[in-house]
């Protein structure tokens, strides 16, 4: 059963970039699309844009302008990068594996750790 | 930008049925998806393209379809069903993934 985890600062200041590490275990990172998703505490969920294996990205047309999506196959991990962050961006940070052959039947998630934007 | 539009919440006894909608101009092109978060977990998906449950999720769970309007009913509800349920879709020209806002779902 494939497992994933998220990893990365639970603190980040405004205007810096909040960076997270999702690492896949029990499976390999091939032929699957890789998402971010969202939660700002006891609000509703935000796709934030997905990784094919093969590096093509796809993002939320909200944050396009700040938000990078990474794949590195030799580790079996995808990253995120969100540039000048604020308060807003405080949220639950999931990463999620669709099924195979779907961009978006997000069938597996992780744990999803609360990033703070705070000084 | 697309929006997905649920109802808040909805309240049931254990043994009926509830329903769930999600209304959306897109979803008459575009699969739509729902899952189930209870308080401090990740979600689970419960159906998948629009009427497709995955294995390991009852039966009492399903989804249909009409028009610009989804549905997720749960037949003979039960206390662990007591959850928030999201709605996911894609905007019309499927370029980007929609949440709608969620609906709490209270068994009485």
């Known amino acids: 059963q494939v497992q994933l985890q998220e990893s990365g600062p639970g603190l980040v200041k405004p205007s810096e970039t909040l960076s997270l590490t999702c690492t896949v275990s029990?499976?390999?990172?091939?032929?699957?699309?890789w998402s971010w998703i969202r939660q700002p505490p006891g609000k509703g969920l935000e796709w934030i844009g997905y990784v094919y294996y093969t590096g093509r990205t796809r993002y939320n047309p909200s944050l396009k302008s700040r938000v990078t999506i990474s794949v590195d196959t030799s580790k079996n991990q995808f990253s995120l990068n969100l540039t000048s962050v604020t308060a807003a961006d405080t949220a639950f940070y999931y990463c999620?594996?669709?099924?195979?052959?779907?961009?978006?039947?997000?069938?597996?998630w992780g744990q999803g750790p609360l990033v703070t934007v705070s000084s | 930008s697309y929006d997905l539009t649920q109802p808040p919440s909805e309240s049931v006894s254990p043994g009926q049925t509830a329903r769930i909608t999600c209304s959306g101009d897109?979803?008459?092109?575009?699969?739509a998806y729902w899952y189930q978060q209870k308080s401090g977990q990740a979600p689970v998906l419960v159906i998948y393209?629009?009427?497709e449950r995955p294995s390991g999720i009852p039966e009492r769970f399903s989804g249909s379809t009409s028009g610009t309007t989804v549905a997720l009913t749960i037949s003979g509800v039960q206390a662990e069903d007591e959850a928030d349920y999201y709605c996911?879709?894609?905007?019309?020209?499927?370029?980007?993934?929609?949440f709608g806002g969620g609906t709490k779902l209270t068994v009485l």
């Open positions: 393209k629009d009427t």
């Open positions: 996911q879709s894609a905007d019309s020209s499927g370029s980007y993934v929609v």
């Open positions: 999620a594996r669709a099924t195979l052959g779907s961009a978006w039947t997000f069938a597996f």
């Open positions: 897109a979803l008459p092109k575009q699969y």
């Open positions: 029990g499976g390999s990172i091939s032929d699957y699309y």
